[in-house]
T-cell receptor, first 111, second 114 residues
Framework: DQQVKQNSPSLSVQEGRISILNCDYT??????FLWYKKYPAEGPTFLIS?????DKNEDGRFTVFLNKSAKHLSLHIVPSQPGDSAVYFC??????????FGTGTSLTVIP | ETGVTQSPTHLIKTRGQQVTLRCSSQ?????VSWYQQALGQGPQFIFQ???????GRGNFPPRFSGLQFPNYSSELNVNALELDDSALYLC?????????????FGEGSRLTVL
């Protein structure tokens, strides 16, 4: 039973343009939402998070938007760089520091 | 600061065998979580260990078991391996059990069951 869904398995974007990655969730009680990035042969690394009391959180080129009424969050990367090419997972806490992860979106930034 | 290390990085087993995967947590971290990432899927929570006790378990059968040692390192044991157990097994460390936002993952152990 998927608690978080990423419906786009892959995304290709030109360098310098905006990348938008999307995630839908099922439970309106989730209070935090996170994005992790994974390069091949490496473990996932934390990227950015947002609390349910906010609708936007920004960290440099990365911004996460939360739409609670639609149970939807998105990650914007502006401008996209080739080094951003990776698999991106959204995640929510099932409890404490135990997470449900989405299926991931593979981002390719074309130079 | 030493990061999360896992061993072995790759291994091949046959159906019915048993496997033990190992994880050393990041320095200062007392909580270890294990995740299974099947091909094309996201990481799925297996269980978490805190102070040598299991602290939460996902939807995995009892043949998946674990241990945490006094130095906070951990093992994941899988008995009676099935073909569907083929996956990347990720270990993540953190401090405590409350939400802190960030898990620190190792590079994983890739298990192939033939």
């Amino acid at each position: 039973d998927q608690q978080v869904k990423q419906n786009s398995p892959s995304l290709s974007v030109q360098e310098g343009r905006i990348s938008i990655l999307n995630c839908d969730y099922t439970n309106s009680m989730f209070d935090y939402f996170l994005w992790y990035k994974k390069y091949p042969a490496e473990g996932p690394t934390f990227l950015i998070s947002i609390s349910s009391i906010k609708d936007k959180n920004e960290d440099g080129r990365f911004t996460v938007f939360l739409n609670k009424s639609a149970k939807h969050l998105s990650l914007h990367i502006v401008p996209s760089q080739p080094g951003d090419s990776a698999v991106y997972f959204c995640a929510v806490p099932r409890t404490g520091n135990q997470f449900y992860f989405g299926t991931g979106t593979s981002l390719t930034v074309i130079p | 600061e030493t990061g999360v290390t896992q061993s072995p990085t790759h291994l091949i087993k046959t159906r019915g065998q048993q496997v033990t995967l190992r994880c050393s947590s990041q320095s200062g971290h007392n909580t270890v979580s294990w995740y299974q990432q099947a091909l094309g899927q996201g990481p799925q929570f297996i269980f978490q260990y805190y102070r040598e006790e299991e602290n939460g378990r996902g939807n995995f059968p009892p043949r998946f078991s674990g241990l945490q040692f006094p130095n906070y390192s951990s093992e994941l044991n899988v008995n009676a391996l099935e073909l569907d157990d083929s996956a990347l097994y990720l270990c993540a460390s953190s401090t405590g059990t409350s939400f802190s936002g960030e898990l620190f993952f190792g590079e994983g152990s890739r298990l192939t069951v033939l």
